[in-house]
T-cell receptor
Framework: DTEVTQTPKHLVMGMTNKKSLKCEQH?????MYWYKQKAKKPPELMFV???????INESVPSRFSPECPNSSLLNLHLHALQPEDSALYLC?????????????FGDGTRLSIL | GENVEQHPSTLSVQEGDSAVIKCTYS??????FPWYKQELGKGPQLIID?????GEKKDQRIAVTLNKTAKHFSLHITETQPEDSAVYFC???????????FGAGTQVVVTP
């Protein structure tokens, strides 16, 4: 079982809907990451939070809005998504934002945009 | 920017045989190289990692070797089992801000 929990596991939404993805970890990690993964491709970094502050935004469209309410929780708010946004969204965490540390991934939310 | 090439893209092995996946990286400053296994419907799971001050690391049936001069690193799986079937990703860090560059992935199929 993964130590990073993501909910929901599956999400189907229309292009005008607003929904949120949730990620939770209780390992005491202070850096959390959002990735997007298309079928048969590696994960692509979207956002990094360090000590609850946004540290990296990889030029992600504003229809994706991250939020880190506390050190254990990471949300990704979705609004007016496009069909090409259908993908597996992965959350990961590390002890601190240091590229020398192993990233622990959740099992992802599979998102389908109708 | 940083580039990681991974070969082969698919690998079929007979149960009990060995599997080897190779990656090369471009940034000589990279010093951390994790390997992830991703099963269908799951997230990537870290299976082994190596840092630049070490040439080889082993964990039971899995080993990773690193050649910093040639800028390549490899994953070795011995005595393969059907449960080793998955997509394997190599990765390398390329800055100090938690960013990893992933290889394109290798689909490993172990046939009984």
């Amino acid at each position: 079982d993964t130590e990073v929990t993501q909910t929901p596991k599956h999400l189907v939404m229309g292009m005008t809907n607003k929904k949120s993805l949730k990620c939770e970890q209780h390992m005491g990690h202070r850096a959390m990451y959002w990735y997007k993964q298309k079928a048969k491709k590696p994960p692509e970094l979207m956002f990094v939070y360090s000590y609850e502050k946004l540290s990296i935004n990889e030029s992600v469209p504003s229809r994706f809005s991250p939020e880190c309410p506390n050190s254990s929780l990471l949300n990704l708010h979705l609004h007016a998504l496009q069909p090409e946004d259908s993908a597996l969204y992965l959350c990961a965490s590390t002890q601190t934002q240091d590229s020398n540390q192993p990233q622990h991934f959740g099992d992802g939310t599979r998102l389908s945009i109708l | 920017g940083e580039n990681v090439e991974q070969h082969p893209s698919t690998l079929s092995v007979q149960e009990g045989d060995s599997a080897v996946i190779k990656c090369t990286y471009s940034d000589s400053a990279s010093n951390y190289f994790p390997w992830y296994k991703q099963e269908l419907g799951k997230g990537p799971q870290l299976i082994i990692d190596i840092r630049s001050n070490v040439g080889e690391k082993k964990d039971q049936r899995i080993a990773v070797t690193l050649n910093k001069t040639a800028k390549h690193f490899s994953l070795h799986i011995t005595e393969t089992q059907p449960e080793d079937s998955a997509v394997y990703f190599c990765a390398a860090n390329f800055d100090s801000w938690g960013k990893l560059q992933f290889g394109a992935g290798t689909q490993v199929v172990v046939t009984p």
